[in-house]
């Protein structure tokens, strides 16, 4: 990662920007909007894909200590992603599962945990009626950096 982050150093206009955006290395909420109540069907986390964002974390802070970048601005929000039904959500983690896990370990020790917090969105899902909403919410990092030097 910090190769390639000096590779953009090295191909942005002095006066360019880089905008960085990640996920957080956190778990993301499963979330049932329902009647004004929030119900949480569990929490994701794919130890993987929590890897891979502090790398980029680590990433960004050598190249900003380097003085190869300056922070201008960080943030922090929540992503939120929409499913229509635990169908869809469970298809989705399942495509991203095995999409992004680098090794069956990965998948191994995911799938399951995907497949349940599915399963505990389903139960939420039929209990709060046909007005419910499925969330996942993932915090997320956005920075807005500018080359030095």
Known sequence: MVHALEEIRRLLKPSGTMIDIHPAAETSPIEI???GKIELAGNLSVRQWCYDYQQADSALAEITQRGLFSVEHEFAF???THYASATELRKSLKESIDKFARNTQSVEESAPQAEALAARAEELMQAAG???ELIV???THISRLRPTG
């Open 33 to 35: 909007h329902h009647d």
């Open 78 to 80: 929540d992503s939120l």
């Open 130 to 132: 046909s007005e419910a």
């Open 137 to 139: 919410r993932e915090p």
